[in-house]
């Protein structure tokens, strides 16, 4: 389904995505399925937090918007509740909002640093929300207190953060990157010096708690096992580069069913790999805008992303006139996002 004005502008939506309807006003900074239904939450540089329940039948798929809440600043991040009952948004505000969703509650303030909250993560099983912000601090929240449980001191910024309890990995700037176990949340388990040589931008956690991926501005990924004797597994790669241009690697989503991740980029595109053979298993067509954030849906069967400006040129590259923030949702198929089988090259 082709998007509305297309034909105006063609490489607005190459992939043919459906975009949901209506789109944010400013550019999109964060993108969270609920880990129970197909309802996608955005935040958004114009203060806004919106909620759209998506809808599909077969190849066909359906939006509806049906909420949204303020903060009074730039929205940066958004997590839900393992129940999917509740969001948590936080941003240049320097707070955390909890918007009991599903029950159609107010949102209250949950969470205070001293600068601006651009990451942040649910816990399940603890019932603690983690927030980091650029204020060098990363503080654990039982939202039914109004002080944290504990401050944790960061080595700086925190740019990008991640949890597959028991494993939480931070990234920070100086490209650290701080990884705890949280049965033991109050200290760092391991610190370690990014594999990449740019500044972090995004991290995520394995599914199997093993490791990370980590992804910079420099159009590169680092695949990094925490085990010492898995050490020989790690490795980097270029992606996200268009000759001798090189873009941000933005979002790192891993398939919740197959293992598999997704890269998404400032050059516009996003991709698919298999970090255990080693493979791009599908490059997307690239759009003319960044891909500042992405998501998949519980089950991986829709792919969320934006397209928008992401900043990185300046205000003197924005045209307000003309700028477009969409959301798109790709339904990816099985030969985009399943693991091929490894092919033996032994010679007879």
């Not at 944010?24 to 900074?29: E, F, R």
């Not at 255990?276 to 599908?282: G, I, N, P, T, Y």
């Not at 690239?286 to 954030?293: A, K, S």
């Not at 969320?304 to 790709?330: M, R, V």
Request: glycine share 6%; hydrophobic share 35%; charged share 20%.
């Amino acid at each position: 389904m082709a998007t509305f004005g297309a034909a105006a502008n063609a490489n607005s939506n190459p992939n043919k995505s459906y975009e949901v309807t209506p789109s944010p006003g400013d550019s999109i900074s964060s993108l969270s399925f609920s880990p129970r239904a197909d309802i996608l939450v955005a935040t958004s540089w114009d203060n806004q937090v919106r909620c759209w329940e998506i809808s599909r039948s077969g190849a066909s798929i359906a939006s509806a918007p049906k909420a949204s809440i303020s903060h009074d600043q730039p929205v940066l991040c958004s997590a839900w509740k393992d129940d999917g009952t509740t969001v948590f948004s936080g941003g240049c505000d320097k707070q955390a909002k909890m918007w009991p969703l599903l029950s159609g509650g107010q949102p209250v303030t949950v969470a205070m640093h001293e600068g601006p909250i651009v990451a942040m993560a649910w816990i399940p099983g603890m019932n603690l929300l983690a927030t980091g912000s650029w204020d060098r601090t990363l503080k654990y929240w039982d939202t039914r207190q109004q002080n944290p449980v504990h401050t944790q001191q960061l080595p700086d910024k925190c740019y990008a953060l991640s949890v597959k309890h028991p494993l939480m990995v931070v990234g920070t700037a100086d490209r650290n990157l701080i990884v705890f176990n949280l049965q033991n949340p109050q200290t760092e388990f391991k610190r370690i010096q990014s594999p990449l040589k740019y500044q972090t931008r995004c991290v995520t956690a394995f599914p199997d708690q093993q490791g990370f991926l980590v992804g910079s501005i420099e159009g590169r990924v680092g695949v990094h096992h925490l085990d010492d004797s898995q050490q020989g597994k790690n490795f980097t790669f270029k992606c996200h580069r268009d000759s001798n241009e090189i873009y941000s690697v933005n979002s790192l989503n891993f398939h919740p069913v197959h293992g598999t991740f997704a890269t998404a980029g400032s050059d516009g595109a996003f991709n698919f790999w298999d970090k255990d053979s080693k493979q791009r298993l599908k490059a997307m067509a690239m759009c003319n805008q960044p891909i500042p954030c992405s998501s998949f849906n519980h089950d991986g069967s829709i792919y969320a992303y934006a397209a928008c400006y992401d900043w990185s040129k300046g205000a003197e590259n924005h045209n307000p006139a003309t700028a477009k923030s969409s959301i798109f949702l790709h339904l990816p198929q099985e030969n985009e996002v399943k693991a091929k089988p490894r092919v033996a090259t032994g010679r007879k």
